[in-house]
């Protein structure tokens, strides 16, 4: 034979139950924040290390001499991928395009 809760019981078990609601409320509010935070300074760090490549990129750019010249049919069928390879001349001529390398030293 089981006994029934008394109605004071029952009123303390609501509270205990609405203190425990309560407390996991708080508990998800903060985590919550947290993730929040911990999103925006990935964002940030994102940020940053986007701007820093750019800035060497942009400095590799100002660097950067012609190592040779392609002809600029082949230099889009390597870019495309129907070619691996082609010849890379010392100078310039009709219809090539220059290659570009950063230079090794500089800034």
């Not at 701007?51 to 942009?58: N, V």
């Amino acid at each position: 034979m089981s006994v029934k809760p008394t109605y004071e019981e029952l009123e303390r078990y609501g509270r205990q139950a609405d203190i425990t609601i309560e407390n996991l409320e708080q508990k998800l509010a903060e985590s919550q924040r947290e993730f929040r935070a911990a999103d925006a300074t990935i964002e940030n760090m994102q940020m940053q290390l986007n701007a820093e490549r750019e800035a060497k990129l942009a400095l590799a750019a100002e660097n950067a001499e012609p190592v040779g010249y392609i002809d600029a049919e082949y230099a889009e069928l390597l870019r495309s991928g129907h070619i691996e390879s082609c010849s890379v001349y010392a100078e310039a001529g009709e219809g090539c395009i220059a290659l570009y390398a950063a230079a090794a030293g500089k800034g």
